[in-house]
T-cell receptor, first 112, second 114 residues
Framework: DVKVTQSSRYLVKRTGEKVFLECVQDMDHENMFWYRQDPGLGLRLIYFSYDVKMKEKGDIPEGYSVSREKKERFSLILESASTNQTSMYLCASSVLAGGEQYFGPGTRLTVT | GENVEQHPSTLSVQEGDSAVIKCTYSDSASNYFPWYKQELGKRPQLIID?????GEKKDQRIAVTLNKTAKHFSLHITETQPEDSAVYFCAAIMTTDSWGKFQFGAGTQVVVTP
């Protein structure tokens, strides 16, 4: 049974803070993803990683960076949090890039 | 850039009726089309998927059809039940072995009334 966990369910940060969101999967998946989910906009890909230390920008990478030092862990970094980054952040992993994605429970981030 | 349009945004059906959700994509290179179900407060989960070399796929009460020429695909749920109430997302994905483009629709809120 695939398990994808995220470091926090809820997070409140102030504008300008550096924010780290962490995601861990336990199934040795090559591919990991970070999305943000906003009402009426669906899931939008921020970054995608297909191997350790490899990353690709998604549709909305501005204001974000990622780190994947180990296969099981994929971190999303908000360099200087802004109020428009208030959102639900979902991490996912998959065996194949074009295959089923297993999602984490999400982190609801509020930036004040 | 590429996007996926999903319709309708909300769908209310009587229990036992059928529900149909439609998605249109723009990138003809898309080769994988999954559908995810997200119940309230829970994470999205895959319910069915189809690849570009297949026109239709069925799994019990759910089915997906793909029209590559028209670049649209649809989710069909028959004999709807209250537990089918959720938000459904379609996606159009284009991948190679180590690269991909992932586009999700905005979601359809399905409400099944008893």
């Amino acid at each position: 049974d695939v398990k994808v966990t995220q470091s926090s369910r809820y997070l409140v940060k102030r504008t300008g803070e550096k924010v780290f969101l962490e995601c861990v999967q336990d199934m040795d998946h090559e591919n990991m993803f970070w999305y943000r989910q906003d009402p009426g906009l669906g899931l939008r890909l921020i970054y995608f990683s297909y191997d350790v230390k490899m990353k690709e920008k998604g549709d909305i990478p501005e204001g974000y960076s990622v780190s994947r030092e180990k296969k099981e862990r994929f971190s999303l970094i908000l360099e200087s949090a802004s109020t428009n980054q208030t959102s639900m952040y979902l991490c996912a992993s998959s065996v194949l890039a074009g295959g089923e994605q297993y999602f984490g429970p999400g982190t609801r981030l509020t930036v004040t | 850039g590429e996007n996926v349009e999903q319709h309708p945004s909300t769908l209310s059906v009587q229990e036992g009726d059928s529900a149909v959700i439609k998605c249109t994509y723009s990138d003809s290179a898309s080769n994988y089309f999954p559908w995810y179900k997200q119940e309230l407060g829970k994470r999205p989960q895959l319910i069915i998927d189809i690849r570009s070399n297949v026109g239709e796929k069925k799994d019990q009460r759910i089915a997906v059809t793909l029209n590559k020429t028209a670049k649209h695909f649809s989710l069909h749920i028959t004999e709807t039940q209250p537990e089918d109430s959720a938000v459904y997302f379609c996606a159009a994905i284009m991948t190679t072995d180590s690269w991909g483009k992932f586009q999700f629709g905005a979601g359809t809120q399905v409400v099944v009334t008893p």
